[in-house]
């Protein structure tokens, strides 16, 4: 369904229409080469020998005989690494171990062979020896002065404070606050494809296939740990089996770099899942303390939002992490009065990174879970009070006070759910319960931003050629990670061009190729890197109208024309424009928070069935409102709506990677859950639909923000099925069956 | 290097037996191997073509074969094993199931196995085969601990005999998700009840709450001869609470596992 204001005639001849992914028949008859199948003539086997202690020091490290083992190319160590640190934040993590170990499976030396089992066997013959120090586990405990330092800078890796107004006097004054601490547990990101690729050295050159988020950003790692200019490496990273912010970061790149130019042949590194699982990025454990004060008409009077991060062993994207939880930690509502305390710690567990959602998930779980407390309080109904304080167009934010831009629809999203027949009937359809099964219905709903926010001078390139044929090929900005953006571009350009989508070649993900557009994250993609296209393809009309050709346009013509006068070739760039009205905030806030102008939103409703005797649930339905400007790709959207429930929904209710004292214990797939074909339950998207004055014909990105809604709606659904309050996740059998025993009692 | 045989007859595997691991569908050992666990010799059992046929129902006994697929099992049952069926629905996923085998599943001797509870709970023997012959083992004796059978080197799983139930039987498991789930607890049961409500010939089993399958009799003897009132479901749960031994691991805490093997009692009496 699709509702919203947007006028009928803007919806053009490719816009607006349902497109299959540009690869989804190669990907599902198995034509597709994936870069971890790659194999070049002569090519080696990289193997990456990993230390098995999550906290100590490197003391012995002997190759000697795993340099003799049969097969063995090279076996290169931290002194082989011409700058041996890196970090896309904060520089605090080396290429290879030199003397600290801070995680479990930190790397200590690279291996190539001729086979794969000579590789591994040689990995195995590298002789470490390690002293264990005591891990650093909890991110309380982190900040103690006695606790083992991670980092010369303690273990404080970054603390974000804001106040807008006195809080402390708004919730004195409240009619209820609600003081809740709340606990949310590290998510892996389970892609299908591990990561991996294959590199190359010829001439000085290196050509690295990797899948990768940021081709741009995983070249400057590469140029920078090796010591040699960026335009001597080429990154080409598609297509890729899964990304989610798994992909954005981490030193394989590099290690396939050390390794090719060490052998000066092909290498080819694949990561096991258990390497994946032990080393990997993770989302973020948070404990939130939310202080949330409404009045007697359950206005929201102040939030105080206080955040302690398990950033894990390296900074990766903490810092910016913690920047989007603040600003989304008042939730898509309106208040006067908030503030934020953030401080991400240094800790021997798993690495805190990039994921999908980016620090909202967490900071929403608590602020929607605090409403419902409070609406039970001042006995209203959660959603109502979820209604009156929703943000509309044109409001001061609730932390920052700039100005919402004129595109957000929040309200017509919570509008499309309240209206949605499983909220509607959900009275009739509790009362059907039967068997051990209870049944519950609830609502969650969310907002994030779209691209890095203000300040950060969020940009993204295309290059457009036409042929003297009249072709269209088109490089395409931030890559295709697995979210079909490429056909969301060929959509844009076929129409900003009055062409057919069949007409444009998009090409995307080769630094070769593409202008730098940064990362396939932020939900910026279709929206910077779409305005990128579709400036390329307005210039390129601008080109063609000073021909004077007559219509309807010969293409080849004008191509011919073009290339006569040397105009072929079309470079764009496309600034995403910051917050307009800033609000109370200065020019140093920008910087410091990076505020968004434009948010999407989302707004779900589930309803579950929970077993009385065991706390198991079952998930029967999830209908999702997103507020999505207008969707250029509908059934893009409606499959990132559908996948972000999906993880949404193993986040709230099974995923759970768990560590003792640094060590993972949930390191395969046999004990870390997530969702089964059998754990799906009916989905329904709702289009939510408007236009967005920045956006490529009026869109937004979402393929974040409909993650955030899941396990708030599913937490809510609990509470209205057994009265019980959820506030650490996941809301697993055994935590589940403890609260109603608990509530029983 | 793993060396492999592949016996294709009854008659080579009686000559190759004993020297190497046996391997059926290979879901759970191969797993174990990549995890590391040394396995230098297999028998691979599932090109044998003169095995008993997957079901043969003969006077109130199932005979099943310890060989074929549990798909299969379970097409060639056709609803006689409520229990056994339950369990299958929520074994692994389809696709195990048409690798995995009930002799896998036995001899591999994990305490949450989720085939083993209904047959314990249903007095089913195995026949066990042997350079001696055969001979017949309870299935509650089969297992003497984790990955520890009453199996000799040179034995193999050829049949499960399972009596049909005379009146219900039935399985419930706890998992952390749908499918694909490995335990937290599973209980199978059996029992008749007489014209007044009582229960007769109660037998419980319950997965991953002891080091093997374990009986409740604590709860058994609650429940016999008795109809279960309210009082007697509290004393039964209460008892089977009392009969098991489980464990903390990463899927549950002890706690969680001892609480709810009672509560999924009370859900099995209740609806």
């Known amino acids: 369904m699709v509702i919203g204001d947007v006028d009928a005639p803007t919806l053009t001849r490719s816009v607006g229409r349902a497109m299959p992914a540009r690869d989804a028949v190669d990907v599902a008859t198995g034509a597709l080469e994936f870069l971890t199948d790659k194999t070049l003539p002569d090519m080696v086997h990289g193997k990456i020998v990993r230390v098995d202690i999550p906290h100590g020091r490197l003391v012995g490290l002997d190759t000697t005989a795993a340099r003799a083992m049969p097969g063995v190319v090279a076996v290169l160590t931290a002194s082989d690494v011409p700058r041996n640190i890196q970090g896309v934040v904060v520089p605090d993590r080396p290429v290879l171990i030199d003397g600290r170990i801070r995680q479990l499976g930190d790397p200590v030396a690279l291996v190539a062979a001729e086979t794969l089992a000579e590789a591994e066997a040689a990995a195995a013959a590298v002789s470490v020896e390690l002293e264990p120090l005591p891990a650093v586990s909890d991110p309380q405990l982190a900040l103690d002065p006695e606790s083992p330092r991670l980092h010369q800078g303690g273990n404080l890796l970054m603390e974000l404070h804001h106040e807008r107004g006195d809080v402390e006097t708004a919730l004195a004054n409240a009619a209820v606050v609600v003081d809740e601490v709340f606990h949310t547990q590290a998510q892996e990101h389970v892609c299908l494809e591990p990561g991996g690729g294959v590199g190359v050295y010829t001439n000085g050159l290196f050509t690295i296939w990797i899948g990768t988020q940021y081709p741009g950003g995983t070249q400057q790692d590469v140029s920078w740990a090796l010591g040699v200019e960026p335009d001597d490496v080429r990154i080409i990273s598609t297509p890729m089996g899964g990304a989610f912010g798994a992909k954005v970061d981490g030193p394989v790149a590099i290690f396939l770099a050390l390794l090719a130019k060490a052998t000066e042949r092909p290498v080819r590194i694949v990561l096991t899942r258990e390497e994946v699982m032990n080393t990997g990025t993770k989302r973020h454990p948070f404990r939130v303390h939310t202080r949330l004060g409404l009045d007697a008409e359950g206005g929201i009077v102040a939030v105080a939002t206080d955040a302690l991060v398990d950033a894990g062993p390296y900074a990766s994207f903490s810092p910016a992490v913690l920047k989007v939880s603040g600003e989304t930690s008042t939730g898509p509502y309106r208040t006067e009065t908030a503030s934020f305390r953030g401080r991400a710690v240094y800790t021997n567990n798993g690495n805190g990174g990039g994921f999908r959602g980016y620090g909202v998930p967490q900071v929403a779980f608590a602020i929607e879970t605090a409403i419902l407390e409070g609406a039970r309080r001042l006995g209203l109904d959660a959603v109502e009070v979820k209604r009156r304080n929703m943000l509309r167009p044109g409001d001061p934010h609730g932390l920052y006070g700039h100005i919402v831009g004129p595109s957000f629809r929040a309200t017509e999203a919570l509008d499309a759910i309240v209206g949605h027949p499983w909220w509607r009937d959900r009275e009739e359809w509790k009362q059907q319960a039967s068997g051990p099964w209870l049944r519950g219905t609830g609502i969650g709903a969310a907002l994030k931003g779209c691209g890095y926010g203000s300040g950060r001078g969020d940009h993204a390139g295309a290059r457009l050629a036409i042929g003297t044929d009249g072709s269209i090929t088109i490089w395409a900005g931030p890559n295709h990670s697995g979210t079909g953006v490429d056909a969301a571009y060929a959509q844009v350009a076929a129409d900003t061009l009055g062409r057919p989508y069949e007409d444009i070649d998009i090409r995307v993900g080769d630094t070769e190729l593409v202008p730098e557009s940064g990362s396939s994250a932020a939900s910026r993609s279709l929206y910077v890197g779409g305005s990128a296209v579709m400036t390329a393809c307005r210039e390129l009309m601008a080109r063609i109208d000073e021909l004077g050709l007559e219509a309807p346009i010969d293409w080849a013509e004008a191509g011919r024309r073009l290339a006569e006068a040397g105009r072929a070739l079309v470079e764009a760039t496309f600034v995403a424009p910051d917050v307009e009205d800033l609000g109370p905030l200065s020019a140093a806030d920008v910087e410091r928070y990076s505020p968004h102008r434009v948010y999407g939103s989302a707004v779900q409703v589930a309803r579950i069935e929970i077993n009385r005797y065991t706390g198991e649930i079952a998930v029967r339905g999830v209908a999702c409102a997103v507020d999505c400007g207008v969707a250029v790709n509908p059934a893009g959207v409606i499959g990132q709506t559908e996948g972000g429930i999906i993880q949404g929904l193993g986040w709230a209710l099974m995923e759970d990677f768990k560590y003792e004292d640094g060590v993972p214990q949930t390191k395969s797939l046999e004990t870390y859950l997530i969702p089964t074909a059998g754990d799906i339950p009916e989905l329904d998207t709702i289009l939510v639909e408007s236009e967005e004055e920045s956006g490529p014909f009026g869109a937004k990105g979402i393929a974040e923000v409909v993650l955030v809604p899941t396990a708030p709606a599913i937490v809510a659904a609990i509470h209205d099925a057994t009265g019980v309050t959820v506030d650490r996740l996941p809301a697993s059998p055994e935590a589940v069956y403890r609260l109603m025993r608990e509530s029983a009692a | ?271």
Do not use: C
Not at chain 2, 27 to 51: C, F, H, K, W, Y
Not at chain 2, 202 to 218: E, I, N, Q, S, Y
């Open chain 2, 1 to 271: 290097m793993v060396e492999l045989a592949t016996p294709t007859t009854i008659e080579e595997l009686r000559a190759l037996a004993g020297s190497g691991r046996l391997i059926a569908g290979g879901t759970d050992i191969l797993v174990q191997m990549r995890d590391g666990r040394d396995e230098p010799s297999l028998i691979d059992v599932s090109n044998i073509a003169d095995g008993a046929p997957a079901v043969v129902i003969t006077a109130g006994v199932a005979e099943l074969s310890a060989m074929a697929p549990i798909s299969a099992i379970v097409s060639g049952l056709a609803g006689r094993l409520p229990a056994v069926a339950a369990s299958a629905r929520l074994f692994g996923s389809l696709q195990i199931r048409n690798r995995a085998t009930f002799g896998g599943n036995l001899a591999n001797a994990s305490p949450a196995a989720d085939m083993v509870p209904p047959l314990v709970a249903a007095a089913a023997h195995v026949v066990v085969e042997g350079p001696g012959g055969s001979r017949q083992v309870p299935v509650a004796e089969l297992a003497t601990g984790p990955g520890r059978t009453a199996l000799g080197p040179d034995e193999w799983i050829s049949l499960i005999r399972v009596p049909l139930p005379e009146g219900e039987d039935g399985f419930l498991k706890l998992g952390g998700r749908s499918a694909m789930a490995i335990s937290i607890v599973s209980l199978a049961w059996r029992w008749s009840r007489d014209e007044d409500g009582a229960l007769r010939g109660v037998r419980l089993a319950l997965g991953a709450v002891a080091p093997t399958v374990v009986r409740a009799p604590g709860a058994e003897a609650a429940l016999e001869g008795r109809a279960p009132s309210d009082d007697v479901v509290v004393a039964a749960v209460e008892a089977l609470r009392g009969d098991i031994a489980p464990i903390d691991d990463v899927r549950a805490s002890a706690w969680y596992r001892r609480e709810v093997a009672g509560d999924l009692l009370r859900e099995a009496l209740e609806t």
